[in-house]
């Protein structure tokens, strides 16, 4: 095989789509066929679908391939938000999928794969499948998403970078073909994000991509129920150990405690001490702390929708640059959050009597996002935090291994979910999913063993401090409520568990239940929101009622 077999190639595609092109541009409606002749039959592409931004336009060119040109594709997609993303299966252009997250797909994934029309490979963290691009699942041709392209055919991405530089990077330095759909195109960018060296055709949408609010949580939907869980993780946890760095996961349980920090955060004397250095998407629900003056810093994988023009006057707190605008780094990110920080805090849709959790089920492949990478103990960290030490001396003093710090990895859900759905099983579906889809392991997402806290509105399982398995079983089980998993619990055994500490109900905490109320929170609406920002918030119109 010869040495430039790769290059050759290249140049081949290149010739080949030169007849599409002018230059490096290409006209929208030419777009499908250019993709046509520079994609070859087996090929590994990549479609960038982040968390928010999509390159919706080129997606829905590449589904729009004659299948008899085009086939046996092996896709590479960190996210699959959009159905065009899953029609590129349906027609038969391409077979197999390797992934990190299809949240809003998920449902539709599971039956696709039931039926035979998808073949999953893996199911990946972000870090894991960013890594395999440089490796062994490089794109032969990736399509991904920018702001504006200048007349050479240099990228501005603007504040949702999010996953451009890994994709494109990886393409274009193993001689993969660069396909990019910008919103604009400029006489000159404000600053450049991807070269123009990198990048060889450039379209300009014929209309912006797509961006989906991902982060935003509506106040007025937190629950009493949600409050106090959010009381409970705050007095059992956050001002225990004092996290100074910390990530949490995107839902209205940690929306309530950002929203608590500026008033029950407060009375606890967390400011200034914990919650200071964020990896985190710029939450909306995060204005009140930061105006309060909790948050020192806050590094983002991605943006928010209408967060621009209030994160722009916060260059202490945000990655501002020179130009004067945000950018974000989904995998600068997701190193932040498993290295970085000294806990996380998040949720799952199944978790069993270990503690293993997935959002994985028999009916909704979820996939798992950066979750197993910021909910797990980081064993090659090595700088100290007063966090890190506290639990790491909690978890092994007694044990005879040597000293080591540890991550604080919580998990805070209500015992039901959904129409009622018991979060708490004997058996994660993921087992069965193993056996249906022929994974090599069940798509756990966070394991056991690497949870230190299981927090519901039944109490906290401080599963650090246990010292047996069934220790541990018994701790999640006594917080698992009236769940099956929950009544088959030792009663014995759980008030044992509670007279050392290691479960602790709301009484335990001093916290009484109807001290948990909405008037703790700092904003009670998105308008209490947007007062709070001086008016710089501008919620998506589907927020605003007013």
Known sequence: MSADQKATERRRRLERGAAFADGKFVDPDRMT???????????????????????????????????????????????????????IFEKGIAELVDFSFSGPQGARMARMAASGKV???????????YSRYFTDLCPDVCCIAAEMADREGNLYTGENTEDTPVIAEATAFKSGIVI???????????????????????????????LEPLFTRNPAEITESMILMAMMAMKGIYAKYLPRSLNHGVGFNTAAIELLLPTYGESLGLKGKACLHWLLNPHPTMIPAIESGFVKTIYTVGSELGMRDYINTKPDIFPIGPDGSMRSNRAFGQMCGHYATDMFIGASLQIDPQGNSSTATADRIAGFGGAPNFGCDPRGRRHGSPAWLLAGKESYEGTGAPPRGRRLVVQIVETFHGKMEPTFVEKLDAWELQKNAGFALPPIMVYGDDVTHLVTEEGIAHLLLCRTPEEREQAVRGVAGYTPAGLARDRRAVENLRDRGIVQRAEDLGIRKNQATRDLLAARSIKDLVRWSNGLYNPPAKFRNW
């Not at 982040?50 to 086939?71: E, H, T």
């Open 33 to 87: 066929a250019l993709l046509e002749t520079v994609i070859g039959c087996g090929d590994i592409v990549c479609v960038e679908g982040d968390n928010q931004k999509q390159a919706d336009f080129l997606s829905g060119c590449l589904a729009g391939m004659d299948p008899g040109k085009v086939n046996r594709l092996h896709m590479v997609l960190s996210t699959i938000s959009l159905g065009s993303q899953l029609d």
């Open 119 to 129: 073949k999953i490979g893996n199911i990946h963290t972000y870090l894991e499948l």
């Open 180 to 210: 990019a759909q910008v919103n604009r195109i400029v006489d000159k960018a404000p600053r450049v994000d991807i070269p123009a060296g990198w990048v060889d055709y450039i379209c300009q949408s014929p209309r912006p991509f797509h």
